[in-house]
């Protein structure tokens, strides 16, 4: 079971506070008030319910429960709570997005960060294209085989029955 890691805000960006101009600050913050201008934490953000960032935002993680016009650069984790209103671009890690938040813009994950997904290797590859290759014959013959017994059936279908005349418009056929 994991241990949760204590945050200990550093600084707090009161409600009814305004900053014009951008913020910086070590270690965690959380924004209260409004911002107009970009905020860089070396530790998380939070932005409070009655929060406002008019800019970007680069943090280690980021929890919205305000509002948001502007990118948003998270290395680890950002989280959108349900009262969030995000109009900008997310670059993170990781990503929690609560089904009444409100995001527009788009979403880079496992992109810009530290850790990078290894390649795989050449040898891997090639036998991947081998396979699809071979699945693509596969299937191409059991079209083909499926195409031909098809033709067959309706050959099949458009031949006479022996001993029963075809019935032609208006004639009578014969009782049986």
């Known amino acids: 079971m994991k241990k949760k890691r204590e945050l200990i805000i550093t600084t707090l960006i009161g409600q009814g506070a305004e900053c014009n101009g951008d913020f910086s600050s070590k270690g ?12 860089t934490v070396t ?4 932005v409070g319910v009655t929060g406002n960032v008019n800019g970007d935002i680069s943090a280690q993680a980021t929890i919205i429960g305000g509002e948001v016009n502007g990118n948003i650069t998270a290395s680890e984790r950002t989280e959108l709570t349900p009262t969030a209103r995000v109009i900008g671009d997310i670059n993170t890690e990781i990503i929690v997005i609560d089904e009444k938040a409100v995001f527009q813009g788009g979403c880079n994950m496992n992109q810009e960060t530290g850790t990078r ?16 290759k071979e699945a693509i014959a596969e299937a191409l013959k059991e079209v083909e085989e499926a195409e031909s017994r098809e033709a067959e059936n309706s050959e099949a279908k458009t031949e006479e029955p022996v001993g029963i005349p075809p019935f032609r418009g208006t004639e009578q056929r014969p009782e049986q």
């Not at 965690?28 to 905020?39: E, K, L, P």
């Not at 530790?43 to 939070?46: F, R």
């Not at 997904?117 to 699809?132: D, F, I, L, Q, T």
Request: with cysteine; hydrophobic share 40%.
């Open 43 to 46: 530790g998380t953000l939070i």
């Open 28 to 39: 965690s913050a959380r924004i209260d008030g409004c911002i107009n201008g970009n905020v």
């Open 117 to 132: 997904r290894p390649k795989p290797a050449a040898r891997a590859v090639r036998a991947g294209r081998r396979s699809a």
